[in-house]
């Protein structure tokens, strides 16, 4: 019952980052970094696609992907439809792996240490939702704030 909450709160919110992607009217913006804002709407999109592949994906789901962190903050000018494009690859990716888990996993030590203490495979499933809805809430903000 929890993968499927999981999967659907993950997929939405994907799925909000895309429409927040597509409501720029001029792309560009989504590269824009305003004074006092730390990173674009286009670098938080490349962490959550980098985040959620990693720690989904990689980890749990065995995808073989290799994250490059520093690039998520650090590439510039991605097209939109690139971004779009990973969006609905991650998509696939986190409820493919999600629903193929066993219920009995989420109690599980997660396999990766990602904090300073080992958790359970359930507690970083719900760390990376609240995670996503964190970012998505800044690139909104950023798409308004840049917009007007």
């Not at 659907?8 to 720029?24: C, G, I, M, S």
């Not at 490349?46 to 994250?67: A, C, D, F, M, Q």
């Not at 030590?109 to 809430?137: C, R």
């Amino acid at each position: 019952m929890l993968l499927e909450t999981l999967t659907a709160l993950f997929t939405r919110d994907l799925n909000r980052v895309k429409t927040e992607l597509n409501q720029y009217h001029d792309e560009a913006m989504i590269w824009a970094v305003p004074p006092g804002i730390i990173n674009s709407a286009g670098n938080l999109c490349l962490h959550l696609i980098g985040n959620l592949n990693t720690y989904i994906g990689g980890e749990l789901g065995r995808s073989g992907y290799v994250r490059h962190r520093d690039l998520e903050f650090s590439l510039r000018d991605v097209p939109r439809a690139v971004m779009l494009a990973q969006l609905d690859d991650t998509i696939a990716t986190v409820s493919q792996t999600l629903l193929a888990l066993d219920e009995t996993r989420l109690n599980e030590e997660y396999p990766m240490l990602v904090f300073e203490q080992k958790t359970s495979t359930g507690y970083l499933l719900v760390h990376l939702a609240t995670h996503l809805g964190y970012h998505l809430g800044q690139m909104n903000y950023h798409r308004r704030l840049v917009q007007g």
